[in-house]
């Protein structure tokens, strides 16, 4: 059925970016295989890609904080809304270490939470599931264009894919 499918994967489409807010929970299905990481800086007003593979990048110039951030394309089964979420990288790293190195994050049924407390509480990320059918839930969206128009930058910094 995939293969002759003759709709290529959708790549170009700009999906809503959702951080998790302090207190919220948000239970949901991975649709991406992999997580896409990518370094940024925090100008102080906004975040911009860190382009450290050129010769010169602005914000190492001056010397903005880099900061990892990774993105999931993700699918609310029951609003059937699906988005790019925004994980940091404790909770990125706590969702890699609940599988085996390589293995695909599609399908994957997750809990985020932020807690309270502190301005920026700590999200954390639980695997509490597996979509029964993989094949029957929505098709992967790269993160990049939906970054790129909210970073108002088109040109693609380095994008670390890990599953
Ligand atoms: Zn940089």
């Known amino acids: 059925m995939y293969h002759s499918d003759p709709t290529p994967p959708v790549h170009t489409k700009t999906l809503h970016l959702q951080r998790i807010k302090r207190g919220q929970v948000v239970v949901c299905t991975v649709l991406s295989h992999m997580l896409t990481g990518v370094w940024t800086h925090w100008t102080g007003t906004r975040t911009t890609p860190c ?41 990125a790293t706590e969702l890699l270490n609940a599988l085996p190195p390589k293995s695909s994050l599609r399908g994957l049924q997750i809990r985020l939470e932020r807690t ?30 939906t970054l790129s128009h909210i970073w108002g930058d088109d040109k693609q910094p380095p994008l670390g894919l890990v599953s």
């Open 116 to 145: 309270k407390g502190a301005n920026n509480g700590r999200l954390s990320c639980s695997v509490i599931g597996r979509h029964p059918d993989p094949d029957s839930i929505p098709k992967e969206c790269a993160a990049w264009p």
């Open 51 to 91: 382009y450290f593979h050129e010769p010169t990048c602005p914000g190492c110039a001056t010397q903005s904080p880099r900061r990892w951030k990774g993105y999931l394309h993700c699918w609310n089964p029951s609003t059937n809304s699906n988005g790019i979420i925004e994980l940091t990288p404790a909770a």
